[in-house]
């Protein structure tokens, strides 16, 4: 298997990404092409932050060691349970890690399927960081969920990322965030511009749509629904949980008796299986914009996808 030149890889790029849906395998692939080609990981998942919350958020770490060796990773365990961690801090502390990785002299790669926090890095969005407005948000507490959707929207007309009306919180900070953006100057960060290689993996709908059943009914094997319990023994408030959504949303609400076992394992089996779609149609919004992603078979065996994520870079590099 032929593996490039790192130094010839940065003559042209100085990112390599690999994004997909949930259960689409892509931290394993990553894992293995960081093994190859001396790299080192940049977690692209908003919920795998946080300490504690590990099933709900398929850090699978095992991943992370390849044939005895264990692959460097960043991003991931650096918040504490029931912070709300946001694209600012995100794209800051991106940065930081990315800069010790060049540092080093090893091959920044960026794994994972949270498509803002990806097209952040990869489009240069500048962003301001906006502090809580108690007094904001208790006159919007006082409104109901549409009237905040609708107040969102007409702030905010192209409503991309819809985890944003996924709970009244998020709404409230979704207004805020725009609000503050209103009345305050963007100024450009000082961060590098990045010039990524980017490969998307991706199943046929209904091969992805079995792997995540296959998924959520493992996790719940393996005790997804204890590690909940646990995070609300350790103080969490529920309502912090639901926010993080998906797994926490549902066990949660099960926890504290709103539904019962079968009904939230269903529910949550949907809810994930609409959030895939809502990744692949976040991937599809960056290629609209000018993002491209070079797309691998989901199907193809393990081995054939490396060969030919390494092909096409080889292609790129020296054809």
């Known amino acids: 298997m032929e593996v490039f030149d790192k130094s010839d890889f940065f003559r042209k790029y100085n990112l390599l990404v690999l994004l997909g849906p949930t259960a ?3 931290t394993a692939l990553a894992a293995h092409l960081a093994y ?3 790299g080192e990981i940049l977690s692209a998942d908003s919920r795998q932050v946080y300490i504690g919350m590990d099933l ?4 699978d770490l095992d991943d992370y060691v390849v044939n005895g060796r264990k692959i460097p990773y960043h991003l991931i365990d650096i918040v504490p349970a029931g912070y709300k961690y946001n694209l600012f801090e995100y794209q800051r502390d991106f940065f930081a890690a990315y800069q010790k990785i060049i540092d080093r002299g090893k091959l920044p790669i960026m794994c994972g399927g949270t498509g803002l926090y990806i097209d952040a890095i990869v489009r240069n969005y500048r962003l301001l960081e906006v502090p809580e407005n108690p007094q904001l948000r208790q006159q919007l507490s006082q409104k109901s969920m549409d009237e905040l959707i609708q107040m969102l929207k007409s702030l905010k007309p192209k409503l991309h990322n819809k985890t944003d009306i996924d709970t009244k919180k998020r709404v409230i900070r979704a207004i805020e965030i725009e609000l503050y953006y209103k009345e305050h100057p963007l100024k450009q960060p000082n961060y590098p511009q990045i010039n990524a290689l980017i490969f998307g993996v991706k199943y046929q709908r209904q091969n992805q749509r079995q792997r995540i059943t296959e998924r959520l009914h493992k996790r719940l094997e393996q005790g997804m629904v204890q590690e909940v319990e646990r995070l609300l ?4 408030k529920p309502e912090d949980l639901i926010y993080y959504g998906l797994e926490y949303k549902y066990i949660t609400l099960y926890l504290t008796g709103q539904m019962d076992y079968q009904t939230m394992v269903k529910k949550l089996e949907t809810a994930i299986h609409r959030f ?6 976040w991937f599809r919004y960056m290629e609209r914009n000018g993002v491209k992603i070079n797309w691998i078979q989901g199907e193809l065996p393990f081995e054939q996808k490396v060969k030919q994520i390494l092909q096409i870079i080889n292609s790129l590099l020296y054809s």
């Open 276 to 281: 895939m779609k809502r990744q692949m149609t």
């Open 56 to 59: 709900g958020t398929g850090k």
């Open 36 to 38: 190859l080609l001396d």
């Open 233 to 236: 023994k350790q103080g969490i």
């Open 24 to 26: 689409s395998g892509k």
